[in-house]
């Protein structure tokens, strides 16, 4: 009788709880039948869950290239610019988050860096402090692009991501480049911005000594570092970089490679040469 007494409660319990359960589980799917799936907004939401946040991330990459569809490629349309707003700094943070598989990454730089939009900064920023020779080619070229692009538009960038766009130049060998498209946008990216923090770095790369007879050592040192800085120097006007360019002039084993841009470079600071 004992255990018929307890069958009958664990059974009036499993009745209870059926009957407060039935209730919330029908509400639980009313709420998720009230998600409209054609709001941005929603799928923001799903970012921070790890089993939806892939999907999440290139739902809300379409619903960008579907707008800009709309609007005809116009980035200054209305539509667009309420969208990045809703979207653009969510998945900045999902980017410099690193909790994503490599494609989901690469994929998502690829169209933080199409949107030109400087509240990407942070997401470029650690493109850029995280870049591996061969590995991450990708997402530093389209960041490189997006900095250019954004540069042309007279955009002015935070100082943590012109440190690290000198720091992946400053270890960039044109020796060991894969990408040819990935080296023409880091050099591009580098004269164009001409940062005035980078002129006594510039002048530290042309003091480095270049290796005759080695293939290495031209590329890396003259064709990469050395004429890029002499090109940053140039552009900057930096008086300072004077006597090292003349200098430079000087070195036999350099003058044929870097003599006319430094003639150049001199010439636009000509008082002080």
């Known amino acids: 009788m004992k255990t018929v007494r307890r069958l009958c409660c664990t059974l009036r319990l499993l009745s209870a709880v059926t009957t407060v359960a039935a209730p919330l589980a029908v509400a639980s799917a009313v709420i998720v039948a009230c998600d409209d799936e054609n709001d941005p907004k929603t799928w ?9 946040r892939a999907d999440a991330i290139k739902r809300l990459a379409q619903f960008y290239e579907d ?17 990045l707003d809703v979207i653009v700094d969510p998945l900045t943070k999902q980017y410099t988050g690193g909790n994503l598989d490599d494609k989901t990454r690469v994929d998502l730089m690829k169209f933080l860096a199409e949107t030109h939009d400087l ?5 470029l920023s650690k493109a850029l402090q995280d870049f591996e020779m061969g590995k991450t080619d990708d997402e530093v070229r389209v960041t490189c692009e997006s900095i250019l692009a954004m540069n ?11 440190d690290q766009l000198w720091a992946v130049f400053a270890k960039f060998k044109l020796s060991d480049a894969k990408s040819e498209r990935l080296y023409r946008a880091l050099h591009d990216s580098i004269v164009a911005l001409h940062d005035p923090s980078w002129g006594d770095k510039a002048i530290e790369k042309l003091k480095v000594p270049v290796i005759d007879n080695n293939v290495d050592s ?19 006007g930096y008086a300072k970089a004077v006597k090292p360019l003349i200098l430079t002039l000087l070195t036999p084993n350099k003058t044929s490679t870097l003599g006319a841009t430094i003639q150049f470079a001199l010439l636009k600071m000509a008082k002080d040469a």
């Open 44 to 52: 923001v939401k799903r970012l921070d869950d790890p089993v939806h």
């Open 67 to 83: 707008g800009m569809t709309r609007a005809g490629n116009d980035a200054a349309a209305p539509d667009i610019k309420a969208m």
């Open 119 to 123: 509240r990407t900064q942070p997401a």
């Open 152 to 162: 042309r538009a007279g955009a002015k960038f935070d100082r943590p991501l012109l």
């Open 218 to 236: 031209q590329k890396d040192q003259l064709m990469w570092w050395q004429l890029t800085s002499v090109q940053v120097l140039r552009d900057l």
